[in-house]
């Protein structure tokens, strides 16, 4: 018997390790690499837009909005560039430029002896003070006091103990003074807009390239999956339940899409804004940096912590959601056997077991997430108040600009705000690290019928010669369903398959369309080892007719021309004719457009038989096999379906494997199996006049039919 599958085989999986699977999944995106390349580069100018938005704000809080302190020099009598010229300013007969502004060259050698003034604001008053008051850096701290006059209207100013002469500035004069300072706020709010656009629009086209990217390389993967699904040998199948493989191709798939499209960038993104809020804010001040960044090996040592515990969290997660579908692919597959028993509240209290430990998985997956982000919004809060401390005593102390300490807690906010978003982003990591282990255990898997190396020669039809030269098959080591199996199946005859069940019987059907290779003998189609020929020609030669035939969602014709590259109307006609099908087809809405539901579910288990009968007549193959074809029908539709058989045979050569032994009483050879080996060979009459255990069958299976009548007329 096949093997079986382990439906709890995920709590077995074991982590091949992340670099070996990252570098594995970067293949995928290779042939992607200029797009995301670009989404990168996207990336990095959306981090430099960011972080010029609060050096922005300190050149706006300290040139402008706070600027009118900045040290001045008086120019009357010089001639200024026109740039200088637009932002001096005229007091009275005389004209100022900050200092801070003057060019490099003869004009500002020419100043450098120049006396230097100051406005501050004293009680809400802007005064023009003569020298610069030492620590007054910052005009939003304004310690001076007016303490006397000192004649011509010009007053006694008093700061730190150290008194100046400062004359009032009026409300005129102060408004032409301002003015520069609001056109460049103008400037700067519009450079700020500009900032912003280009950010918004660069992330759309980053988000566009990788959800495009993200989106082409997991169709390829789920492509390749299914490809490499399909020529699997049906042995792996025996060990894979359905659910799994269209999770694989769904639902892991989809994990890796998220990864695609939103991680790979991210953290990109997220390193260019580590780096460059780093270098920004060494750049403004050092000092302030380090006090800044001083948190950050506290929140690489959470993060390492958070790393290793959201892991294991993470996979306890997987392997109990992977027990409560299994358990629930497995009753819902089998409801009609939990009711006909009374089962449902025992399965109920399994179920609510089960579901109860993947309640606690859950949420213990959610506490460390729950933990980790407070943990580190608390550490980003924590580097915000040293910042303000220090800052705060430096600015006070005028050693620091107001603007230099706002920019920095901008930018302590974007350096904690890729780290917050860690817990999101390594939750998708893990899902897609997950996610790949599976479906590369799926693509690893070497469970393959290959094609040979040098297949043999064919014809466009083989001529239907099917023998066997003493098989021995195994579906797992050394347990033999076959033992020294050797039979024929001349062109056009019909060969009966008979014996209990596990004698072998389906074993040999499918060793003749290679779904299985054999391990020892071989199984000849026209004298050819199958293992030598193309699969594609050989299953094209073979057409099959299973016990309970699959019907695939579509339309009848769909169904019936479905192992024939563009079967036309006619075509499929005909097949249902030559099968007795026609009629009840026509009989229904539609006819051959009659709409067809998973798995055929409308027909009866006849009408689908006939169905599946007119598939394989429509396929033309040399080799015809009914695998219990008429096992799961009443006696009328038996009937039916055996007029059909015999309507097929002379053209093919037809294989019978039959559990009623009338199926195959007009056969041209019956092969009786039992236990893996070839018993008996011959005709019907012949076998049963060797009372041997063809007879012993066919009297058990009369005597059965007897008592049946006998129980229907009473």
């Not at 406005?119 to 802007?126: A, E, S, T, Y």
């Not at 050092?286 to 001083?294: H, R």
Request: net charge positive; with cysteine; glycine share 8%.
């Amino acid at each position: 018997m096949p093997q079986a599958f382990d439906i709890h085989e995920e709590e077995a999986l074991k982590p091949r390790g992340d670099p070996r699977l990252l570098r594995r999944l970067a293949g995928y995106a290779r042939p992607y690499a200029g797009p995301i390349a670009l989404a990168v580069l996207m990336a990095l100018l959306v981090t430099v837009a960011d972080l010029a938005r609060p050096y922005v704000f300190k050149v706006a809080i300290d040139d402008h909005l706070l600027g009118f302190s900045q040290p001045l020099v008086e120019v009357t009598g010089l001639t200024l560039p026109p740039p200088l010229q637009e932002r001096a300013v005229q007091l009275g007969d005389r004209l100022f430029v900050r200092e801070r502004e003057l060019p490099a060259g003869p004009v500002r050698e020419r100043l450098a002896g120049a006396r230097r003034r100051q406005i501050l604001k004293v009680g809400g008053q802007p005064l023009l003070v003569d020298g610069v008051v030492a620590g007054q850096r910052d005009a939003a701290l304004n310690r001076g006091r007016v303490v006397g006059r000192a004649g011509q209207g010009r007053l006694l100013v008093e700061f730190d103990g150290r008194t100046y002469e400062a004359e009032p500035v009026g409300a005129d004069e102060w408004r032409r003074f301002l003015r520069p300072d609001h056109s460049a706020l103008l400037r700067l709010g519009a450079v700020l807009v500009g900032l912003t656009m280009a950010s918004q629009a660069l992330a759309y086209g980053m988000t566009f390239l990788m959800q495009r990217s993200g989106q082409e390389i997991v169709r390829r993967l789920r492509s390749q999956l299914f490809h490499h699904v399909e020529h699997r040998a049906l042995s792996f199948f025996d060990r894979q339940p359905a659910g799994r493989i269209v999770t694989r191709l769904t639902n892991d798939t989809e994990a890796l899409s998220e990864m695609y499209t939103t991680v790979v960038v991210s953290l990109f993104r997220d390193g260019f804004i580590l780096v460059g809020v780093i270098v920004a804010m060494a750049r403004l001040d050092p000092g302030l940096s380090a006090v800044g960044l001083a948190v950050l090996p506290v929140v690489g040592g959470a993060t390492w912590v958070f790393r290793a515990k959201a892991r294991d969290a993470y996979r306890r997660v997987r392997v109990r959601l992977a027990r409560v579908n299994a358990f629930l692919a497995e009753n819902l597959a089998g409801m009609w056997l939990v009711k006909a028993f009374a089962q449902e509240p025992a399965q109920l209290a399994r179920f609510d077991r089960e579901n109860e430990e993947y309640l606690r998985s859950t949420m213990g997956e959610l506490s460390v997430f729950a933990v980790f982000r407070p943990v580190v919004d608390f550490l980003g809060n924590g580097a915000l108040a040293l910042l303000l401390w220090y800052g705060g005593v430096r600015v006070a102390q005028g050693q620091l600009e107001y603007g230099v300490l706002y920019a920095f807690l901008q930018y302590i906010r974007q350096l904690f705000q890729p780290i917050g978003d860690l817990a999101e982003k390594y939750n998708v990591l893990q899902a897609a690290m997950a996610s790949s282990e599976r479906i590369f255990q799926i693509l690893d898997d070497p469970t393959a019928i290959r094609e040979p190396a040098q297949p043999a020669r064919v014809p466009s039809r083989a001529r239907g010669h099917v023998a066997l030269d003493r098989v021995w098959f195994a579906y797992e080591a050394e347990r033999w369903v076959l033992r020294d199996v050797s039979l024929e199946a001349r062109p056009g005859e019909t060969v009966g398959l008979v014996g209990a069940t596990g004698a072998g019987k389906s074993s040999i059907i499918a060793l003749m369309a290679r779904l299985y290779d054999v391990q020892k003998g071989a199984v000849l189609l026209d004298g050819h080892d199958v293992r030598t020929l193309p699969l594609g020609w050989l299953r094209r030669q073979v057409a099959v007719v299973l016990q309970d035939p699959l019907l695939f969602s579509g339309t009848l014709a769909y169904n019936i021309g479905f192992g024939v590259d563009g079967a036309g109307p006619e075509e499929v006609r005909e097949a249902a004719r030559r099968v007795g099908a026609h009629e009840f087809i026509e009989a229904l809405p539609g006819g051959y457009d009659y709409p067809v539901s998973e798995r055929g579910a409308g027909l009866s288990a006849g009408q689908r038989q006939l169905i599946a009968l007119a598939r394989a007549a429509a396929l033309r193959a040399p080799v015809l096999v009914l695998d219990e074809a008429t096992a799961s029908v009443d006696s009328e539709t038996e009937q039916r379906i055996q007029a059909a058989i015999r309507s097929l045979q002379g053209a093919c050569t037809v294989i019978i494997v039959a559990h009623r032994l009338s199926t195959v009483v007009h056969a041209d050879r019956i092969v009786v199996l039992h236990r893996g080996e070839v018993r008996e060979v011959g005709r019907h009459d012949e076998l049963l006049a060797r009372q041997g255990l063809y007879a012993k069958m066919w009297q058990l299976q009369t005597l059965e039919r007897q008592a049946g009548r006998v129980a229907a007329a009473g």
